[in-house]
């Protein structure tokens, strides 16, 4: 009982911590998490089915609109998708089974030279419903024009990831004089713990100070 009513205590002074944070702050925070995100090609969701680059490519297609599409490439692959494109199009009104096959093809280039743009490789498109639920948030948050739901889903998280490092090492402390190995697990649960609150700390510090670089 004693434990939970620490473990809960300690949940509320983390989420009040965050609460606590200038607007400013908390908004950053949520920027340099999704930016960490968006960076790391594990997380990348342009790959997928529900993806952007899948939706601006379908609404292109339905529209006889290919420029829809070119945000997402550079301009010396222009020409490329251009030409996919024309050729997707023109079949989209015959057979449904060879249309079908010809706009899966458009879909996988474009995603592919997207990707090669950023220094990605492309081992196909992902099923709709695979993206992490924190980038399915930040795209319905530019969707819906508020970010209020997404920094108080990303405040729940990042307070309950504190609360369960802390709780890792506090149950370790009891045995990690007890064996080396005891001891070794003591020392890997503190380090990602302590490691946690540092990357939080310099995010809060560099906007503090004024020195927080800008997001791209």
Partial sequence: MRTKRKSSVLENQSKRFIQLMPSRVRTFLVTAVLSMLVISPAFAHCDSYDGPVVKDALQALETNNVALVYKWINTEQEAEISALFTKTYNLKKGDKEIYSLVEKHFLETLI????????????????AGTTKPIVQLSDKAIETGNVENLINQLNGHI????EDKYNAVKELEKVKNE?????????????????????????VEKVASGHAEHGH
Avoid at 159 to 162: E, G, N, Q
């Fill in 159 to 162: 307070a309950k990831v504190v």
């Fill in 179 to 203: 064996s080396p190995e005891k001891g070794r697990d003591y020392v890997k649960a503190y380090v990602m713990y302590t490691h946690s609150l540092e990357a939080i700390h310099d995010i």
């Fill in 112 to 127: 592919r030279l997207h990707r090669q743009t950023e220094g990605f490789g492309f081992d196909g498109i992902k099923a």
